[in-house]
Protein backbone atom coordinates (compact mmCIF):
# COMPACT_ATOMS: atom_id res chain seq x y z
CA UNK A 1 0.00 0.00 0.00
CA UNK A 2 1.08 3.85 -1.25
CA UNK A 3 0.47 6.37 0.99
CA UNK A 4 1.98 10.02 1.21
CA UNK A 5 4.64 11.03 4.69
CA UNK A 6 4.15 14.57 4.94
CA UNK A 7 7.55 16.09 6.73
CA UNK A 8 8.18 19.44 7.85
CA UNK A 9 12.08 20.84 8.91
CA UNK A 10 13.05 24.01 9.98
CA UNK A 11 16.49 25.82 8.48
CA UNK A 12 17.60 27.47 11.30
CA UNK A 13 20.52 30.06 10.36
CA UNK A 14 22.83 31.38 13.49
CA UNK A 15 24.42 34.81 13.44
CA UNK A 16 27.68 33.29 11.78
CA UNK A 17 26.11 32.22 8.62
CA UNK A 18 25.65 28.55 9.59
CA UNK A 19 22.96 26.11 9.33
CA UNK A 20 21.73 23.66 12.02
CA UNK A 21 22.41 19.90 11.37
CA UNK A 22 20.78 16.88 12.70
CA UNK A 23 22.84 13.45 12.84
CA UNK A 24 20.66 11.26 13.70
CA UNK A 25 20.62 6.92 14.85
CA UNK A 26 17.70 5.26 13.55
CA UNK A 27 16.32 1.95 12.29
CA UNK A 28 19.72 0.63 11.86
CA UNK A 29 20.79 3.75 9.71
CA UNK A 30 22.88 6.74 10.47
CA UNK A 31 21.45 9.88 8.50
CA UNK A 32 22.22 13.82 8.45
CA UNK A 33 18.96 15.70 8.06
CA UNK A 34 17.85 19.17 8.64
CA UNK A 35 15.75 19.18 12.52
CA UNK A 36 12.35 18.57 11.77
CA UNK A 37 9.98 15.38 11.29
CA UNK A 38 6.87 13.94 10.81
CA UNK A 39 3.31 16.02 10.95
CA UNK A 40 0.98 13.94 12.83
CA UNK A 41 -2.67 13.82 11.67
CA UNK A 42 -4.77 16.73 12.61
CA UNK A 43 -1.70 18.78 12.61
CA UNK A 44 -0.80 21.88 10.56
CA UNK A 45 2.59 22.17 9.23
CA UNK A 46 4.24 25.10 11.41
CA UNK A 47 2.31 23.50 14.38
CA UNK A 48 4.23 20.50 13.76
CA UNK A 49 7.67 22.30 13.05
CA UNK A 50 6.80 23.77 16.43
CA UNK A 51 6.21 20.70 18.24
CA UNK A 52 9.53 19.35 16.67
CA UNK A 53 11.80 21.75 17.50
CA UNK A 54 10.51 21.41 21.47
CA UNK A 55 11.22 17.64 21.13
CA UNK A 56 14.22 17.38 19.21
CA UNK A 57 16.15 20.92 20.35
CA UNK A 58 14.26 22.11 23.63
CA UNK A 59 13.33 25.01 21.58
CA UNK A 60 10.90 27.60 20.99
CA UNK A 61 10.79 29.15 17.44
CA UNK A 62 9.26 31.17 15.22
CA UNK A 63 8.49 30.61 11.23
CA UNK A 64 10.03 33.84 9.04
CA UNK A 65 8.97 31.89 5.84
CA UNK A 66 8.44 29.09 3.75
CA UNK A 67 11.79 28.12 2.08
CA UNK A 68 10.71 24.94 -0.13
CA UNK A 69 8.41 22.01 -1.02
CA UNK A 70 9.58 18.72 -2.62
CA UNK A 71 8.43 19.06 -6.09
CA UNK A 72 10.04 15.69 -7.42
CA UNK A 73 9.27 12.12 -6.46
CA UNK A 74 11.26 10.71 -3.07
CA UNK A 75 10.76 7.14 -1.68
CA UNK A 76 10.93 7.04 2.60
CA UNK A 77 14.40 5.14 3.08
CA UNK A 78 12.25 3.68 6.17
CA UNK A 79 8.67 2.42 4.18
CA UNK A 80 7.14 2.29 1.32
CA UNK A 81 5.78 6.21 1.68
CA UNK A 82 6.29 8.67 -0.90
CA UNK A 83 8.09 11.70 1.03
CA UNK A 84 6.58 15.31 0.79
CA UNK A 85 9.19 18.07 2.69
CA UNK A 86 8.18 21.19 3.24
CA UNK A 87 10.97 23.55 4.41
CA UNK A 88 10.51 26.72 6.57
CA UNK A 89 13.26 29.10 7.42
CA UNK A 90 13.08 29.61 11.36
CA UNK A 91 14.69 31.69 14.33
CA UNK A 92 14.96 30.32 18.13
CA UNK A 93 12.98 32.45 20.30
CA UNK A 94 15.66 32.09 22.48
CA UNK A 95 19.54 30.88 22.58
CA UNK A 96 19.79 27.32 21.76
CA UNK A 97 21.30 25.16 25.11
CA UNK A 98 22.16 22.41 23.55
CA UNK A 99 25.77 20.57 23.94
CA UNK A 100 26.50 21.29 19.65
CA UNK A 101 28.85 19.01 18.23
CA UNK A 102 31.91 18.98 15.31
CA UNK A 103 32.18 15.84 14.35
CA UNK A 104 29.59 13.67 12.39
CA UNK A 105 27.45 11.28 14.12
CA UNK A 106 29.39 12.21 17.67
CA UNK A 107 26.56 10.74 19.96
CA UNK A 108 26.38 11.24 23.97
CA UNK A 109 25.87 8.01 25.26
CA UNK A 110 22.67 6.42 25.19
CA UNK A 111 21.69 9.40 22.77
CA UNK A 112 20.79 8.79 18.82
CA UNK A 113 20.87 12.45 18.38
CA UNK A 114 23.56 15.03 18.23
CA UNK A 115 23.10 18.80 16.46
CA UNK A 116 25.93 20.58 14.92
CA UNK A 117 26.43 23.95 13.02
CA UNK A 118 27.64 24.28 9.24
CA UNK A 119 29.06 27.04 7.89
CA UNK A 120 26.46 27.72 4.53
CA UNK A 121 29.53 29.06 2.51
CA UNK A 122 31.05 25.04 3.40
CA UNK A 123 28.37 23.02 2.93
CA UNK A 124 27.97 20.47 0.03
CA UNK A 125 25.14 18.19 -0.51
CA UNK A 126 27.10 15.34 0.65
CA UNK A 127 26.57 16.92 4.14
CA UNK A 128 22.76 15.63 4.47
CA UNK A 129 21.72 11.91 3.84
CA UNK A 130 18.13 12.72 2.21
CA UNK A 131 17.51 13.18 -1.33
CA UNK A 132 15.21 16.60 -0.61
CA UNK A 133 17.82 17.99 1.56
CA UNK A 134 20.53 17.81 -0.97
CA UNK A 135 18.43 20.11 -3.19
CA UNK A 136 17.43 22.10 -0.09
CA UNK A 137 21.52 22.73 0.46
CA UNK A 138 21.27 23.46 -3.11
CA UNK A 139 19.17 26.45 -3.05
CA UNK A 140 20.92 27.73 0.78
CA UNK A 141 24.46 27.52 -1.09
CA UNK A 142 22.14 30.60 -3.51
CA UNK A 143 21.22 32.36 -0.53
CA UNK A 144 21.77 35.72 -0.36
CA UNK A 145 22.84 36.18 3.56
Known amino acids: MSYFNVRVYGLLINSQNEVLLSDEREY ?3 FTKFPGGGVELGEGLIEALKREFMEECYAEIEVLTHF ?5 YEKSSFNDSQVLSV ?4 KEVFPLQLGFKTAVFDFDEGQNQSFRWRKITDITEDDVTFKTDKAVVSLLKNLDT
Open 87 to 90: YYLV
Open 68 to 72: YTTDF
Open 28 to 30: GMK
